[in-house]
């Protein structure tokens, strides 16, 4: 048999499925590995029938999401979605329609060897259902089943995706049907308790009971649902809702094979009578939960099955329910998503075609040149401007205001955004409301009034951007109007402040509200005893809030009234407009969680609830300012993550207004960052394109993949200013070149929550890259700002880049003749140079450089060999020579760079200031140059006097060569050196 199988792996896929269809009982992998059964207990074990039950289910959920949205099918793609419901039963695919939810695991029935990937994952992933090595390996293995599936097709969600954009819509369909029968199944105890239910003296009741019931069960049943006030479940990614639901299902029913195992703790039951014993469901409503047994004379046991089937109908009456509102909540997300991604096709379509007719034009002007004495002026192959950036989906999000070429210090972002108006007026709140076909995606803090809010309307051409640092932001059509009124409002506000500092403020619902709440830690809620939980709150109301404490103060509510400690334990109790402050269980335990936290932190009492909670911050006059009531089923259940506020305009207890932070430990007094699943979408910038005109690559563009070669990359133009948002990764697609060049400038602004990240295609995080392999340090080449050019970086980080450690030599990050201004930043894993800069001016601050070949290497094309072979000691240079540029390199961090932590050299003089360097082998190394070294400490390094290159003299740990000219204080010895080598001391 092994060596059976050894063969079929070497068959096609054509092969591989007449051998399966001809293996009629099951496969024995020998050596512990496990079975793989064809047709064994299938009959049994494939949920709900697939002849009547899922047809039925499937039919019901599309007419509970029609009556709920308005929106119709035609009859066409009904039957379509109904087909794909049906045929996710076919043998193999049934093995992976268990997820459960306690124990993280698909179908494991050791007993006969078979076992499955989680539903959820199958459900979700195209890689799961291909035919690949991997899922054929797993054969070997036992970590999966054999390709299962992979004769019928890739009917997951991410193929549904992929076929809808490309206007496959018979295909989309079909495939959605598959993944409403695997939500379908998530309603069957069996299916998220590991019980395979194989038949015999164990069936499920449930199942045979609903499959013999079908017609009469299903009839009408959505329409029934709707006029029960329902509406369709609405979470953010399909993930959510197998984890919601199979957890639902697990935790209130049992199944045959688990009623009496006690492997789980829940269901519970509350009490029994003669007959029965019952639990309690979700609204904390009795039922039927099990059929008492005591035909045992030692035990009492439990049955599902009863003589009338009342156990059966109390499953159904419940589960049937989750199936349909939860299935139309599915519906509703593909086709926002869907949607989404086809436009993100098409508008890769029309750059394709441009680039076609760009390529036409110019072969045509080649023409033309053998036709006419005058030849054509040359032009790049394709421009992009702002207009014609694809984004999927499209988000409109201002960018910080443009910083003049002359000034080295742009303006923060949240300076950079308006600050937004004051909350609309409140409507009634929607009931879990579907979402409408392709809306407006808002990012940031939170403006909701109450328990309402509304969103910006489909006819009125804005698209709503609320950010923890500004609020509202119109398109370019109706900025003007937003600016005159904002200025309009700050005077109004600048007038009535003498009025306001003598009488008490009053205040409005909305003017504050409750934008992140990190309410389920991982691991412990508290530290020696001190709560770690924290609020962030958010200031709407367009005007300073003065955070008052005492018994006459503001109060924060979570079940309890508190008082608001005075003063602040960190920054001020008067709140700007669009700022935000922590309100903090333990304040000084925030602060050490959150170490370089320069936020106000206010200090309360706090104990939140890790399942649900209701949260309000009411104001002196005891008006209940912001109410929001949190469910974990929102997210960030214990995952290290916070709750984040979708938008200012958003419904405060709008379960699609709140998602979970993208980063761990949320995002503090910065930018929301809310988790948006791109679905492996994201941006192409070919080799031939070059930005003229200012440009914002968005979050919702993300990731941008950069392709180049030896003689073109992207470019931005001198003169235009291309700014990325927080959160956006960029993925050089290859090595060997630079991956792109800023001749103009760059503002790549962001946050410690969401930094904006350059990194390989190999990058384990699966929304930078394909994440298959190991990134390797060299994976790519670099980045290169040319002469005249602008860098203004706030938390961006670098990673595996720097390709090279041979001459010449090469570098992560090229910087020539530029402004710089560089923050809170990392450049790590740097085969060669981290960040090379030749003759630019400015400040690199708060960073930190770890684990490349050289951190920072300062150099000046007056040093001749470097213009071929660049920094890190590539060549040894002496004498007089010097650059007049002003470079500044404070209060960063170098740690574990191989061979140089900071290079001056080639008459380069820049300040070196308040570093600390740990681990390195070289700290410093001075070469003819004239640097000052002020403050710096020096931990754990052990230079070599032999490293090839020309012998040095050691100062304080700091190598010395050519003629040098230095000032040096080090916190290691605290004594002061100053000292000027000529060439022949050395």
């Known amino acids: ?255 045959p094979r688990t009623i009496n195992s006690g492997l789980y703790q829940k269901p519970k039951i509350v009490y029994e009578d003669e007959t029965f014993a019952y639990g309690k469901d979700e609204n904390n409503e009795i039922f039927d939960l099990a059929v008492i047994n005591e035909k045992s004379s030692y035990r009492k046991t439990y049955e599902i099955k009863d003589e009338n089937n009342q156990v059966l109908q109390e499953y ?79 988000i409109i999000k201002s960018a910080p205001k443009p910083v003049p070429a002359q000034v080295i210090t742009p303006a923060p972002p949240s300076t950079a955004v308006s600050a937004p108006a004051p909350a609309p007026k409140p409507a009634p709140k929607p009931q879990n409301q579907s979402p409408q076909s392709n809306p407006p995606m808002v990012y940031g803090s939170g403006g909701g009034s109450g328990g309402g809010g509304s969103t910006p309307s489909a006819n009125s051409g804005q698209v709503a951007l609320a950010t923890s640092g500004g609020g509202s932001v119109s398109n370019s059509n109706t900025q003007q109007t937003t600016n005159d009124t904002q200025q309009t409002t700050q005077q109004n506000n600048q007038t009535s402040d003498t009025s306001e500092n003598s009488n008490v403020q009053t205040f409005k619902t909305g ?28 200031n709407n109301s367009g005007r300073e809030i003065a955070l008052t404490g005492g018994n006459s103060g503001w109060r924060f509510s979570d079940g309890s ?92 207890n709008d379960a699609a207004n709140w998602s979970f932070s993208s980063a761990n430990g949320g995002t503090p007094g910065a930018v929301n960052n809310w988790f948006i699943a791109t679905l492996g979408l994201g941006t192409d910038v070919s080799a031939t394109t070059t930005i003229t005109t200012n440009t914002t690559w968005t979050l919702a563009g993300s990731p941008y993949r950069l ?37 103009g400038t760059l ?30 340090k060299g994976d790519w080449l670099n980045i290169a700002f040319s002469p005249g050019s602008q860098v203004n970086m706030d938390y961006v980080e670098f990673r595996y880049g720097g390709q090279g450690i041979t001459l010449p030599l090469h570098e992560m990050v090229n910087i020539v003749g530029a402004m710089v201004n560089i923050k809170n930043s990392k450049f790590s894993n740097s085969q060669s140079t981290a960040l090379h800069l030749m003759d630019s001016s400015g400040v690199i601050e708060n960073s930190v450089f770890s684990d490349n070949n050289c951190g920072i290497s300062a150099d000046s094309i007056n040093g001749v060999a470097n213009t071929a072979y660049g920094g890190c000691y590539g060549v040894h240079t002496s004498g007089q020579i010097f650059s007049s540029t ?20 080639s008459g380069a003089a820049p300040t070196v200031n308040s570093n600390i360097f740990t681990d390195n082998g070289y700290p410093i190394k001075i070469e003819s140059s004239y640097p000052t070294i002020t403050n710096s400490q020096i931990v754990n390094s052990t230079p070599s006097t032999s490293s090839g290159q020309a012998t040095s003299t050691f100062l304080g740990g700091i190598a010395i060569s050519g003629y040098t000219h230095f000032h040096i204080f080090l916190k290691q010895t605290g004594r002061r050196f100053r000292h000027t080598l000529m060439p022949e001391l050395l």
């Not at 869907?338 to 076609?356: F, P, Y």
């Not at 709440?517 to 020696?528: A, F, H, Q, V």
């Not at 390199?889 to 050299?905: A, M, S």
Request: no cysteine.
């Open 1 to 255: 048999m092994i060596a059976v199988l050894g063969k079929l792996l070497n068959f096609k896929a054509k092969n591989l499925e007449m051998i399966y269809k001809n293996l009629k009982i099951s496969i024995l992998i020998t050596g512990g590995l496990f079975l793989i059964s064809g047709f064994l207990f299938y009959q049994n074990s494939a949920a709900y029938s697939d002849t009547t039950t899922h047809p039925d289910l499937s039919r019901e959920i599309i007419s509970f999401y029609e009556l709920s949205t308005g929106k119709k099918f035609t009859d066409e793609q009904k039957q379509w979605i109904i087909q794909g419901s049906k045929d996710e039963d076919k043998a193999p695919r049934w093995i992976n329609h268990f997820y459960d939810p306690v124990f993280e695991r698909g179908l494991q029935a050791e007993s006969i060897g078979i076992s499955g990937y989680l539903a959820k994952n199958w459900a979700q992933y195209s890689s799961y259902q291909s035919l690949n090595p991997e899922n054929i390996a797993n054969l070997w293995t036992g970590k999966g089943p054999v390709i299962s599936g992979s004769w019928w097709g890739d009917f997951s969600y991410e193929a549904a995706i992929k076929d809808y954009s490309k206007d496959k819509e018979k295909e989309a369909y079909i495939a959605l049907g598959h993944i409403l029968h695997l939500i379908e199944d998530m309603t069957v105890p069996e299916h998220t308790r590991n019980d395979p239910h194989p038949g015999g003296d164990l069936p499920s009741y449930y199942e045979n009971w609903t499959k013999d019931n079908s017609s009469g069960l299903t009839q009408d049943l959505g329409k029934r649902i709707y006029n029960q006030g329902r509406k369709p479940v609405i979470y953010t990614d399909l993930e959510n809702y197998f984890n919601n639901i199979a957890a639902y299902t697990n935790n209130y029913f049992f199944s």
């Open 316 to 394: 159904w009456l419940r589960l049937s329910r989750q199936a349909v509102i939860n299935g139309a909540g599915v519906i509703g997300l593909f086709l926002n998503q869907a949607t989404a991604a086809r436009d993100a096709e098409l508008a890769k379509q029309k750059m394709e075609a441009q680039q076609l007719a760009k390529k036409s034009s110019f072969i045509s002007q080649i023409i033309n040149f053998f036709r006419s004495p005058n030849a054509p002026t040359s032009e790049p192959a394709l421009i992009i401007t702002s207009e014609l950036t694809p984004a999927a989906p499209k």
């Open 511 to 538: 003017d504050l509200v409750i934008n992140e709440i990190m309410y389920d830690l991982e691991g412990s809620d508290t530290s020696s005893g001190k709560s770690r939980e924290w609020v962030e709150v958010y």
């Open 561 to 652: 009234n508190h008082l608001l400690n005075e003063p602040a334990a960190q920054g001020s109790m008067t709140i700007p407009a669009g700022g935000y402050a922590i309100l903090a269980g333990d304040a000084a335990t925030f602060l050490i969680d959150h170490p370089g936290f320069g936020g106000t932190v206010i200090d309360t009492v706090m104990s939140l609830k890790n399942t649900s909670a209701t949260l309000k911050i009411s104001s002196p006059d005891g008006v209940i300012i912001d109410e929001v009531t949190y469910n974990s089923s929102w997210g960030a259940s214990g995952n290290g993550k916070t709750l984040e506020r979708k938008s200012a305009a958003g419904g405060s």
């Open 707 to 743: 392709f180049f070669d030896g003689t073109r990359r992207p470019t931005v133009s001198a003169g235009a200013i291309l700014t990325i948002e927080p959160g956006v990764k960029i993925i050089p697609q290859g090595g060997n070149y630079t991956a792109m060049e800023i001749q």
């Open 747 to 776: 503002n790549a602004i962001a946050t410690s929550g969401a930094p904006i990240i350059f990194t390989s295609k190999n990058d384990a995080d699966p929304s930078t890259g394909s994440g298959q392999a190991t990134p390797q």
């Open 886 to 905: 002003a470079l500044e390199i404070k209060n960063n961090q170098f740690i574990r760079n191989q061979f140089i932590g900071v290079e001056v050299r």
